[in-house]
């Protein structure tokens, strides 16, 4: 069982990560919603499944939440958004594509280096995880100034806070339920706004790029 | 139970405002003042309890321990002296056409809820709720920020959401790291538990989680060089939010870290914490004495006075000693200035029509109390006398003067820099020949008297404190004094 255990988190940790290295480099916004899709599917997934390893029902409310916030109420909504606004195509990467490559190499360097080695103490046994889970932290915060698009920098903080979310519960870090529905009432508020402001934008830009929201640097 | 009204009083008041109608405004503007000035009246009720038993206690996630009844002060007073600005502000751009009467039951009510989170946030015994509360903050006053719906205003608002958004999850994750130990994995965690088990909590994670934090709160105080929100969205949000989010949103930032800080010295029993301080501090101060003189928004120019600001009260927090106490004094007489001289931008934004500066001249003469008012907030937040912040400032650096006479030099020298470049802007905005056909005199009645009104207790509050009050601030910094 236990071997089962750290092989499901291992894989779990690895398919996070994989999805954020994806967002980095996609070129449709459909796309974009997809690989958040499959990470959200992840967090639910886990969530469910140490819910029911330790027969704890706040967890698996908490995952039924995430399951239909996350995994089937957002993307509904992103994809609306993107139809209404017929932005089919992410604006692009500040850099290119083989250097935003290098980055993510690099930051994933950074996340095995010295720098969190005692965070390994947080999860014995569980060595490579933990660094797997930082660097998907790490790729979600470059996502946020590599990327060009407005919808994509939306994209980039919800799955940062995935990737969080996704480490604590490989910690075993876990809140009494009313906490835990705060965080993703917070979370759903954040959205919800998100999508207003990115409707503004579009409204009053003509596009969901921010390199062409310059009127602060003219004035 | 007064605690809880405390709490519930703001976000009853939103609700209330939800259902009322548009036209009803100049009720909305009554309701909103007088829930204010009630908060402000609970807070003070309810602090000779805080001094006396040394705390209160709603539940066991919400009470108030001095720190905290000391920044809810701050707050309670900044929701009183803006609600009452807000009622005049608003009135005089209805008048002007500026904005309608949805608009201003829209901001009430987003201002309701802002103030309903900030109690939230200061009034919680548990980091969870502090951080679903301080992130409530940005959600709320998101909208405050693009309020006049205009394209530049609108890019403030995504600046600001998406950078403080980033750095609040980032303080999440520092918040979860310090969760993350072994015998205190599960449940609702408290300040105090946490501290109850700072001797089994790791040196080496709780350094790591605690930069998380630093990193993710200062984001929201606006420590250089996760600032770039705060100038953007200072110039382009109504000239009262402007107001809140550097003279009372800082402060709730500044408990945060704090809370966390006194955590982390107790596991740590060494230095880690105040050199962090030190170290963004002195970068705050520096940046802006280094930018101050290009500046030619009068907004913009506040923003980087309130980041300059921050940068002295971190100072005094990682100096330690007598810092600590000036730190936490000089917290409330920079929301008193800083309110001040932010109504006084707004009094001139009524009269000019411009944030720029090169458009604002001979303010002495066409504004009879604000271009006064203004001259002396500015000696008041210069650290001149006889206001508080002289001596405010003066013992925060010679609490460093032993350990750090260096850095001390280094930011007396950039503090005069900061003088210079200010007086410059304050020159060029008091004096020379107003534009032409502008006739002298101010606006509504209500955007002078909480000029007068702030004015009056800085002057009070800079010679006199209140028994109570110096009880309260000793209490408050004895637990961020370890270390030190």
């Known amino acids: 069982m236990l071997e089962f255990s750290r092989e499901l988190y291992f894989s779990l940790g690895l398919v996070a990560f994989l999805t954020t290295i994806a967002l980095q480099l996609v070129k449709t916004n459909r796309s974009l919603i997809r690989f958040y899709l499959v990470q959200s599917l992840v967090v639910a997934g886990f969530l469910f499944w140490l819910g029911i390893v330790e027969g704890d029902r706040s967890l698996m409310v908490v995952a039924f939440l995430t399951l239909s916030i996350k995994v089937i109420g957002a993307p509904i909504f992103f994809s609306r958004l993107i139809r209404r606004y017929e932005t089919r195509f992410t604006a692009n990467n500040y850099l290119s594509a083989p250097l935003t490559l290098l980055i993510l190499l690099l930051l994933v360097l950074f996340s095995y280096s010295q720098v969190f080695l005692p965070l390994g103490f947080l999860m014995p046994g569980m060595i490579g995880l933990l660094p797997l889970c930082l660097a998907s932290i790490l790729i979600s915060i470059f996502m946020l100034i590599n990327r060009r698009g407005a919808f994509s920098q939306m994209i980039g903080i919800l799955s940062l806070e995935n990737s969080i979310l996704l480490t604590a519960s490989f910690i075993g870090v876990k809140q009494a339920l009313a906490l835990e529905m705060g965080i993703i009432f917070d979370i759903v508020i954040w959205m919800i706004i ?13 596009t969901l790029s921010v390199d062409k929201m310059k009127r602060l640097i003219e004035e | 139970m007064l605690l809880t009204f405390l709490i519930a009083l703001p976000l009853l008041t939103a609700c209330f405002i939800a259902f009322l109608e548009a036209k009803h405004v100049r009720f909305i503007g009554k309701a909103v003042f007088l829930s204010s000035a009630l908060e402000l009246a609970f807070i003070l009720v309810l602090i000779p309890r805080v001094v006396s038993d040394g705390g209160v206690e709603a539940s066991a996630l919400f009470s108030l321990d001095p720190l905290g009844a ?28 500026i904005i309608g009467n949805h608009r201003v039951r829209q901001y009430f009510l987003s201002f309701k809820l802002f103030f309903f989170a900030m109690f939230l946030a200061v009034a919680t015994m548990s980091p969870v ?23 530049s205003a609108t890019e403030a608002a995504w600046k600001y959401l998406i950078i403080n958004s980033l750095g609040l999850l980032l303080s999440l994750l520092g918040t979860l790291l310090f969760l993350a130990l072994p015998d205190l994995r599960e449940g609702s965690f408290t300040w105090s538990m946490l501290r109850e088990s700072a001797g089994s909590l790791e040196p080496l994670i709780i350094k790591i989680a605690f930069v998380f934090v630093l990193v993710g709160y200062g984001t929201k105080i606006g420590f250089v060089p996760l600032h770039t929100w705060k100038p953007d969205t200072y110039s382009k949000a109504p000239t009262p939010i402007a107001a809140l989010l550097s003279s009372v949103l800082l402060n709730v930032a500044f408990l945060a870290i704090l809370r966390f800080k006194e955590l982390t010295d107790m596991t740590l029993q060494s230095n880690f914490t105040s050199e962090l301080f030190i170290f963004f501090g002195v970068l705050s101060i520096v940046f802006s004495a280094l930018i101050i ?25 990682g100096f330690g000693g007598i810092g600590v106490t000036a730190a936490l004094l000089h917290m409330l007489y920079h929301a008193l200035a800083k309110a001040l001289i932010f109504f006084t931008a707004g009094n001139i934004f009524l009269k000019y029509s411009s944030t720029k500066m090169h458009h604002v001249t001979g303010m002495i003469r066409m504004l009879p109390l604000s271009g006064p008012v203004l001259f002396v907030a500015f000696i008041a937040l210069l650290g001149l006398p006889p206001f508080g912040i002289f001596m405010t400032e003066f013992l925060m650096l010679s609490a460093g003067m032993e350990r750090y006479p260096f850095v001390v030099a280094g930011v007396v020298l950039a503090l005069a820099i900061l003088f210079f470049g200010f007086f410059k802007h304050l020159i060029a905005l008091l004096f020379g020949t107003p534009p032409d056909g502008m006739v002298r005199g101010e606006s509504n009645m209500l ?23 110096s009880m309260l601030i000793r209490l408050a910094g004895e637990g961020l004094s370890l270390n030190s």
């Open chain 2, 447 to 469: 955007t002078q008297l909480p000029l007068v009104l702030l004015l009056g207790l800085l002057l009070v509050l800079s010679w006199y404190l209140p028994e109570t009050l």
């Open chain 2, 293 to 317: 003189f290009i500046q030619k928004n009068y907004k913009r120019l506040l923003a980087y006075s309130s980041i300059e600001q921050a940068g002295l009260i971190a100072l005094g927090f």
């Open chain 2, 70 to 97: 000391f920044v809810s002060l701050i707050v309670a007073l900044g929701g009183f002296f803006a609600s009452l600005y807000s009622v005049g502000y608003l009135r005089a751009e209805v008048e002007k056409g």
């Open chain 1, 194 to 206: 998100a999508q207003v402001f990115i409707s503004m934008i579009y409204r009053q830009f003509g």
């Open chain 2, 129 to 151: 709720v502090m951080w679903i509360a301080i992130e409530a903050t940005t959600l709320s006053t998101a909208f405050l920020i693009s309020f006049y719906n205009k394209q």
